[in-house]
């Protein structure tokens, strides 16, 4: 056990909940996915009072026993010091033993560790590696991540088309992130050779998400005809949406073109 974490506190069956107290049998018999469970009965109050302390005396238990959620939950604790002595050097050695079991959570945050140095000395490349390795397991943050460091040539040689295919791959999960960079990737012909149809779909998606910005730019590229032909109409429906959203570009370009 950490030596700055004290043991787990006994409960007593008849003053929890049923389904807790069968959880916490569990879990000072030693199963460590009980142990976890404890973790997040303790973390929300599920059964009992909200308790950091004791949330990460059961954290630490499971992710002794090499539980990776479990590992990586202790690590996100150390980092924000909840329940523990705040230590970005503790959250990274926590990181890096969940992340060499594959866990990408894990993998995030040890990757921000190295590009921040946060913990441990910067180290832009292995921030890169584990950001790689996490998108390529499909995780949403890490694509969006490893795709704005190859807009940004961060590390190596900007790289456009390679952050293209990380923010499709995260857009297609619904990143409004993604789908904001795609949009504007392509209007601007920022490279990758301009093509205002693809940004029009990208700005559409993410207006059907509700974006205020997206909205008015579909209605000002109706407007222009711009990777579509003109439509006055449609620029207005779009204009309108994106005013019922507050985008305020959009009240003024309605009241511009006497459709207030």
Same mark, same amino acid.
């Given at each position: 056990m950490a030596t700055d974490i004290p043991e787990p506190q006994e409960l007593h069956e008849f003053l929890v909940p049923e389904t807790v107290w069968s959880t %916490? =049998? !569990?879990?000072?018999?030693?199963? $460590?996915? *009980? #142990? /976890?469970?404890?973790?997040? +009965? %303790?973390? /929300? @109050?599920?059964g009992v009072d909200v308790d950091p302390v004791q949330s990460a005396a059961?954290? =630490?238990k499971s992710a002794e026993q090499g539980y990776a959620d479990a590992q990586t939950a202790l690590g996100l604790l150390y980092n924000n010091g909840e329940g523990v002595p705040q230590s970005c050097e503790r959250a990274v050695e926590w990181f890096t033993k969940a992340a060499e079991q594959g866990d990408v959570y894990a993998m995030d945050n040890l990757a921000a560790a190295y590009y921040y140095g946060d913990g441990t000395a910067r180290n832009a490349k292995e921030a890169e590696?584990?950001?790689?390795? $996490? $998108?390529?397991? @499909?995780?949403? &943050?890490? #694509?969006i991540k490893l795709a704005n460091m190859l807009y940004l040539g961060e590390i190596t040689d900007r790289d456009v088309p390679k952050a293209v295919k990380w923010f499709k791959a995260? $857009?297609? !999960?619904?990143?409004?992130?993604a789908m904001r960079m795609l949009g504007r990737i392509y209007r601007e012909g920022d490279g990758v050779e301009k093509d205002s149809v693809?940004?029009? !779909?990208?700005? =559409? *998606?993410? @207006?059907?998400?509700? &974006?205020?910005?997206?909205? %008015? +730019?579909?209605?000002?590229? %109706?407007?222009?005809?711009?990777?579509?032909?003109?439509d006055r109409d449609s620029a207005i429906q779009w204009l309108r949406l994106a005013a019922e959203y507050d985008y305020g570009p959009a009240t003024e370009k309605l009241m511009e073109m006497g459709e207030e």
């Amino acid at each position: 056990m950490a030596t700055d974490i004290p043991e787990p506190q006994e409960l007593h069956e008849f003053l929890v909940p049923e389904t807790v107290w069968s959880t %916490y =049998v !569990k879990a000072k018999a030693g199963e $460590a996915e *009980s #142990q /976890y469970a404890m973790y997040f +009965i %303790y973390r /929300y @109050g599920r059964g009992v009072d909200v308790d950091p302390v004791q949330s990460a005396a059961w954290c =630490v238990k499971s992710a002794e026993q090499g539980y990776a959620d479990a590992q990586t939950a202790l690590g996100l604790l150390y980092n924000n010091g909840e329940g523990v002595p705040q230590s970005c050097e503790r959250a990274v050695e926590w990181f890096t033993k969940a992340a060499e079991q594959g866990d990408v959570y894990a993998m995030d945050n040890l990757a921000a560790a190295y590009y921040y140095g946060d913990g441990t000395a910067r180290n832009a490349k292995e921030a890169e590696r584990l950001w790689t390795e $996490a $998108a390529e397991k @499909g995780h949403t &943050d890490s #694509q969006i991540k490893l795709a704005n460091m190859l807009y940004l040539g961060e590390i190596t040689d900007r790289d456009v088309p390679k952050a293209v295919k990380w923010f499709k791959a995260a $857009a297609e !999960k619904h990143s409004e992130e993604a789908m904001r960079m795609l949009g504007r990737i392509y209007r601007e012909g920022d490279g990758v050779e301009k093509d205002s149809v693809e940004a029009m !779909k990208w700005f =559409v *998606s993410l @207006g059907k998400e509700g &974006d205020g910005e997206a909205l %008015y +730019i579909v209605g000002c590229m %109706y407007l222009e005809g711009e990777g579509t032909e003109k439509d006055r109409d449609s620029a207005i429906q779009w204009l309108r949406l994106a005013a019922e959203y507050d985008y305020g570009p959009a009240t003024e370009k309605l009241m511009e073109m006497g459709e207030e």
